[in-house]
């Protein structure tokens, strides 16, 4: 059992249920999971569980600050750990999602608080294009990207697929 979800959930005034440690395992478990991800590995142990159940849980931890969310794009947004801190670089062809360093947008997070007073959280970004897999691939659709742009490089740490 884990004592810090226990004695956060008792100073809030609410129960350790098996439900709510079986959620967050699953999440730690999964590194990036869907809701629906979450479901399927705690229903492993525990099958009455239900998506209603995980979804409310989610959001209690979220509330909590032990899991984050992210949108990697369409659908159910993904759940980690809340101290797993990294951008989410997510391929429009392929779908695979990688990861990198939040630092990354350390620049861009000092002018928007500059320019314009909002603080940037990079460990809640995703940002879309196309991976170093892809790259050389032809593309049969239109191509969204700027060919004159000349993207900086970067560092990336390979993620969950």
Same mark, same amino acid.
């Given at each position: 059992?884990?004592?810090?979800?226990?004695?956060?959930?008792?100073?809030?005034?609410?129960?350790?249920?098996?439900?709510?440690?079986?959620?967050?395992?699953?999440?730690?478990?999964?590194?990036?999971?869907?809701? $629906?991800?979450?479901?399927?590995?705690?229903?492993?142990?525990?099958?009455?569980? =239900?998506?209603?159940?995980?979804?409310?849980?989610?959001?209690?931890?979220?509330?909590?600050?032990?899991?984050?969310?992210?949108?990697?794009?369409?659908?159910?947004?993904?759940?980690? $750990?809340?101290?797993?801190?990294?951008?989410?670089?997510?391929?429009?062809?392929?779908?695979?999602?990688? $990861?990198?360093?939040?630092?990354?947008?350390?620049?861009?997070?000092?002018?928007?608080?500059?320019?314009?007073?909002?603080?940037?959280?990079?460990?809640?970004?995703?940002?879309?294009?196309?991976?170093?897999?892809?790259?050389?691939?032809?593309?049969?659709? =239109?191509?969204?990207? =700027?060919?004159?742009?000349?993207?900086?490089?970067? $560092?990336?740490?390979?993620?969950?697929?």
């Amino acid at each position: 059992m884990d004592t810090s979800l226990k004695g956060t959930l008792h100073k809030r005034g609410l129960r350790m249920t098996p439900q709510r440690q079986l959620v967050l395992d699953a999440v730690r478990e999964l590194g990036h999971a869907t809701p $629906e991800q979450v479901c399927t590995r705690v229903q492993a142990t525990a099958p009455a569980v =239900n998506i209603t159940t995980v979804y409310r849980t989610l959001d209690l931890l979220e509330d909590l600050g032990l899991v984050r969310h992210a949108h990697l794009g369409h659908g159910a947004p993904t759940y980690s $750990e809340h101290r797993h801190r990294h951008l989410h670089l997510v391929c429009h062809r392929c779908g695979g999602v990688d $990861e990198a360093p939040a630092e990354l947008l350390t620049d861009v997070a000092r002018r928007t608080l500059a320019e314009l007073g909002f603080q940037l959280d990079s460990t809640h970004v995703a940002l879309s294009g196309t991976c170093a897999d892809c790259a050389g691939e032809p593309d049969d659709q =239109n191509d969204t990207q =700027n060919d004159d742009a000349d993207p900086a490089p970067a $560092e990336t740490v390979k993620g969950d697929r």
